[in-house]
C-alpha cells in the first residue's frame, strides 16, 4: 500500500467514528514540504457539507472538526497531524515509516506501484503514420507518447494491445501507381524504399497540378485499385511491403513495437455491409447521394459533434461514411475498427494518441459508436505541434516537412560528439551504443517532459545538456550510481539492510522513493507522462543532495549499508521510470 492510501484508510476510520458514517477521506501529497508531507481538506469539505443541512446555529467549525477528527485518528507507526490555516490537516510521516518502506520497496520489483489496471485491456492506437508518405517529426509525437503510455499501462497491469493504424489506403495510391508505373527507379526502391516512394508521390502530385490528364490518369488507378484490379493491387501490396520495412527500421532504432498492424485496409471488406446497418439502424441517412451521420438531437448543441455554430446560428455538421460515388472514409474505417477492437479484442477502454487536428472526428467518431452500441471508454490523448527554435512549425532548410529517421539520426551524431568531448578513453562500440542510447534517450525527454497540448520547441543544446532537464542528467545520475556498486568488494544484500534515516537529505531522498507508487498511477489520470519525467528529475535531484551530504562508502555500519540501500534503490526507481518512458540508461557515458 502507497503512504498515501495508507493514510486515507486510517483517516477514513477515524471519520467514521467522528462522524459515524462512511465519509471520503481524500489525502494528497503537500503542496509545500514545509508543512507536511501529505494534507487533507475532509474537514473543511465534511463542514461545508454540514451547514448545508443544519440550521445556522449549529453550524459545524471546520477547524474543530479537524481537531476532533485528530483526537480521534490512530496515526501509530506512521505519521504525526496537525491542523493549518481554515481546517486543513497536514500529516508528516515519521521517519521510522519512512524507513520501513523504503524496506519494502527493496523487495518488491514493481517498486511500490500498484497494480490498478489488473483485469482491464486497454487498446492504444498510435504512431499510424501514412503509408507512402515519411513520417515527419508531428508523427514522433504520437509514436514517443502512445509507446510511454503502453509501457506505463503494462505496468500498472493493464493488458495492453499496441495497434498500429497505419494509413494503407488513402487517394495517395493513385498517385504512387501512376509513378510507379512510369517513373519508378527500381535500383532507389531497393536501396531505400521510403524516400523513393515519397520522390513518386512529391513528383506526381506536382504534374498533377500542371496536367489535368495525369490527375485523371491517377483517380482511374485508384478506381482499378479499389475494384480489385490484380496489378495494382500487386504493386500496392509491394509498397506496403517496403513502406512497412523502412517503418520497422525507425521503430527498432526507437525501441518501439506493437502488437498489431492493423491498417485502414484491414477493414475494407466490412465498409460496404457496416453502412448497410448505419442506415437500418437509423444512425445515418441518405444525403444527396451520399450516406450521412447527423446529430440525434440528444446533446445541447455546444456539446453535438454533429453540430456547428455559423453565422446563422447553428448548423447540421454531419460525417459522411459513404461517398456519392460508392467511396468509403476515414470514418467509416474507424467504427469497423472499433468494433473489431470491442468484439474480438475485449477492449474495456481505447486511447487514441493522435494530434489535435483530428479532434472533431473522434468526437464524431465516438458519438457514433455509442449511438451504434459500441461503448469502448474511448479517450482521444491529443497533443500539440513542435516547432523550431524560430518558434514557426518545424521545417527543414527547402521549405519542407522534417523527416523523423533525420532527426534521429542526427541526435546520435550530436551525442556521439559530447561523449569523445567528455569521455575519450571510453572504447569506440561502447561510445557508438552510449551515443545511441543518449541521443534517442534525448529526444524522447524533451517530448515526454513537456506537456502534452502545449507546442513546443525542439533545441538541440537544451535536450542534450549533462546539466539540466534532459534524459542524459538522468542517465549520467544512473551512472554515477551504478559507479559507486561498482568499487564495492561484495553484493549489497539489501533484502535484510537496516535502514536508518537522520539526516534530512536522507529523508527526503526516502520520501521522493515513496512517491513513485503514486505518480505512476497518476499518469493516467489524464495522460500526462510528463509527470513522471518531472517526478524523476526530482528523484535525481534529491539523490544528487543526498550524495553530496552524506558520505556512502565512507561511513560506519550501520549507516553504510542503509545509505548503499538508498542508492540502490534510486538508482532501480530512475532506470524502471526511464524506462516507462521507452529510455535506456547506459553502463557509463
Ligand atoms: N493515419 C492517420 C494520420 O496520420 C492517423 C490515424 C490515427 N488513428 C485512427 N484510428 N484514426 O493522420
Known amino acids: 500500500m502507497t503512504l498515501l492510501k495508507a493514510l486515507e484508510s486510517r483517516l477514513s476510520s477515524a471519520l467514521q467514528q467522528v462522524l459515524g458514517e462512511a465519509s471520503p477521506a481524500h489525502v494528497t501529497p503537500a503542496a509545500d514540504l514545509r508543512f507536511g508531507d501529505y494534507q487533507s481538506n475532509a474537514a473543511m469539505v ?34 504525526t497531524a496537525e491542523i493549518a490555516g481554515p481546517g486543513f490537516i497536514n500529516f508528516r510521516i515519521l521517519p521510522e515509516a519512512y524507513a520501513a518502506h523504503v524496506k519494502k520497496l527493496l523487495g518488491d520489483d514493481q517498486l511500490g506501484v500498484p497494480a490498478v489496471g489488473q483485469g482491464q485491456t486497454v487498446v492504444i492506437d498510435f504512431s499510424a503514420p501514412n503509408v507512402a508518405k515519411p513520417m515527419h517529426v508531428g508523427h514522433i509525437r504520437s509514436t514517443i507518447i502512445g509507446d510511454s503510455l503502453c509501457r506505463i499501462a503494462r505496468f500498472l497491469g493493464f493488458r495492453v494491445i499496441a495497434d498500429n493504424h497505419i494509413g494503407d489506403w488513402g487517394t495517395q495510391f493513385g498517385m504512387i501507381l501512376h509513378g510507379w508505373k512510369t517513373a519508378l527507379d527500381s535500383q532507389a526502391l531497393q536501396a531505400d524504399p521510403i524516400p523513393e516512394l515519397l520522390r513518386l508521390y512529391r513528383e506526381v502530385n506536382a504534374a498533377t497540378k500542371q496536367n489535368p490528364a495525369i490527375l485523371e490518369a491517377c483517380k482511374a ?29 525507425i521503430y527498432d532504432q526507437l525501441d518501439v513495437s506493437f502488437d498489431h498492424w492493423l491498417g485502414e485496409s484491414s477493414y475494407n471488406e466490412r465498409l460496404p455491409s457496416l453502412v448497410e446497418e448505419l442506415l437500418e ?5 441518405e444525403s444527396e447521394g451520399a450516406v450521412c451521420i447527423f446529430s440525434d438531437g440528444k446533446k ?20 459522411i461514411v459513404r461517398k456519392a460515388d460508392g467511396g468509403f472514409l476515414y470514418a467509416t474505417t474507424d467504427l469497423a475498427t472499433i468494433e473489431h477492437r470491442i468484439d474480438e479484442w475485449n477492449a474495456d477502454q481505447i486511447w487514441y494518441v493522435v494530434g489535435v487536428p483530428q479532434q472533431l472526428h473522434f468526437r464524431q467518431l465516438f458519438d457514433a459508436a455509442e449511438r451504434w452500441g459500441k461503448n469502448g471508454n474511448f479517450r482521444h490523448v491529443a497533443f500539440g505541434s513542435i516547432l523550431g527554435e524560430d518558434r514557426k512549425l518545424m521545417k ?17 551524431e550530436r551525442a556521439a560528439k559530447i561523449i569523445t568531448e567528455k569521455n575519450p578513453a571510453l572504447p569506440a562500440e561502447e561510445a557508438a551504443q552510449a551515443a545511441k542510447t543518449i541521443g ?15 507546442d513546443y520547441v525542439f533545441a538541440w543544446d537544451r535536450m542534450l545538456a549533462l546539466q539540466g532537464d534532459t534524459a542524459p542528467y538522468l542517465q549520467y545520475s544512473s551512472v554515477r550510481i551504478r559507479s559507486i556498486f561498482r568499487k564495492l568488494e561484495q553484493k549489497l544484500e539489501t533484502a535484510t539492510t537496516e535502514i536508518v534515516l537522520h539526516a534530512p537529505e536522507e529523508i527526503h531522498l526516502a520520501r521522493l522513493h515513496a512517491r513513485f507508487g503514486e505518480v505512476l498511477p497518476s499518469t ?15 528523484l535525481a535531484r534529491a539523490f544528487h543532495s543526498f550524495f553530496e551530504a552524506c558520505p556512502v562508502l565512507k561511513s560506519d555500519e550501520p549507516l553504510r549499508s542503509s545509505r548503499l540501500a538508498l542508492c540502490e534503490l534510486s538508482a532501480r526507481i530512475l532506470e524502471t521510470g526511464l524506462g516507462l518512458l521507452g529510455i535506456k540508461c547506459p553502463e557509463r557515458m
Not at 485508384?222 to 512497412?244: H, R, T, Y
Not at 439502424?281 to 441517412?285: D, E, F, Q
Not at 453535438?304 to 446560428?313: E, M, R
Open 524 to 538: 493516467l489520470d489524464d495522460f500526462k507522462p510528463n509527470l513522471l519525467a518531472n517526478y524523476l528529475l526530482e
Open 46 to 79: 465534511l463542514a461545508r457539507e454540514k451547514a448545508k443541512s443544519a440550521p445556522p446555529a449549529q453550524k459545524t467549525n471546520p477547524r474543530a472538526l479537524a481537531q476532533q477528527i485528530i483526537d480521534a485518528i490512530d496515526l501509530s507507526g506512521l505519521a
Open 396 to 412: 527543414t532548410r527547402s521549405g519542407d516537412n522534417v523527416q523523423l529517421a533525420d532527426v534521429l539520426d542526427e541526435a546520435v
Open 440 to 454: 534517442i534517450g534525448a529526444v524522447k525527454f524533451a517530448e515526454l517532459s513537456q506537456g502534452r497540448l502545449t
Open 281 to 285: 439502424k437509423g444512425i445515418a441517412r
Open 300 to 319: 445541447i448543441p455546444e456539446e453535438d459533434p454533429f453540430k456547428i455554430h455559423k453565422q446563422d446560428g447553428w448548423m447540421d455538421n454531419p460525417a
Open 221 to 249: 488507378e485508384l478506381v482499378k485499385l479499389q475494384a480489385g484490379d490484380e496489378q495494382n493491387l500487386e504493386i500496392w501490396k509491394q509498397c506496403i511491403e517496403l513502406s512497412k520495412q523502412g517503418l520497422q527500421r
